[in-house]
């Protein structure tokens, strides 16, 4: 678009302000795919915009189909067991990061009489380090299913790098973050952290309803009758923006 590339799954961060350099999209609450573009300060600005607006008509049916649609985002094994608290831990790439997690939250959570659900993408060596910190039987098969680990328990926390928390949101748990500040991450931030950004503080529900609720948040189910509108609503936030092929 705009001679700028399209690209899935890929995330990069320039803090531009003014400047796109790639359009950038990937998968969103089961049947949906979410754009944004590599900039948080851009990103940022927009989803804030949109969950501030106070005079934004909720779209309610949407919403439910959105809720209706979440699922499973890996095809792995059933769970047997479930619990009232867990926390879900991003992949080895994020926890291998010494500026991402806030291990003194973390642990705080652990003592509260939480379990730690591993992310599919772990490797064994945090696996164990987990295990060695919190005691094997406070530790998950990554190879289970989180989703229903999260459709059972009642509280959670994660990073802004999972979808998870919003899932929680919108089923109306309780959910807590484990990572540092953003200021303190700026190379590990996660795939949805502008979304987290824009609803954190009072109303959070609301913000996030309005955000899956406009035309021109990038947000895009294929339910949506008006897909093509709501692509071309996201691209035309930009139109006074520089976009060059980064």
Known sequence: YRNSDVSYDLWFNTNEIRTVRKWLYTDFLGRGIYFRVPSLPIN?????????DNSMK??????????????????????????????????????????????????QYMKDGYVVKPHPITAHLFIAKFRLRYGEENVLNKKEGGFELLMNCKQMACGQNSEMGIMALLKGKKIGLITKPVSERQRALGTYESIYGAITGGDCINKLYRILSAKNSGIIFNFDEDREERLQAYFDNFWDYKVING
Not at 44 to 50: A, E, G, P
Not at 62 to 91: A, H, S
């Open 44 to 52: 940022d600005k927009l989803l804030r915009y949109i969950a501030n």
């Open 58 to 107: 909720i779209d309610e049916e949407r919403v439910e189909k959105i809720i209706n649609c979440l699922e499973n985002k890996y095809n792995l094994q059933w769970n047997t067991e479930f619990y009232d608290k867990v926390v879900f831990p991003p992949g080895t790439n994020l926890l291998s990061n010494p500026n991402c997690i806030n291990w003194r939250r973390f642990d």
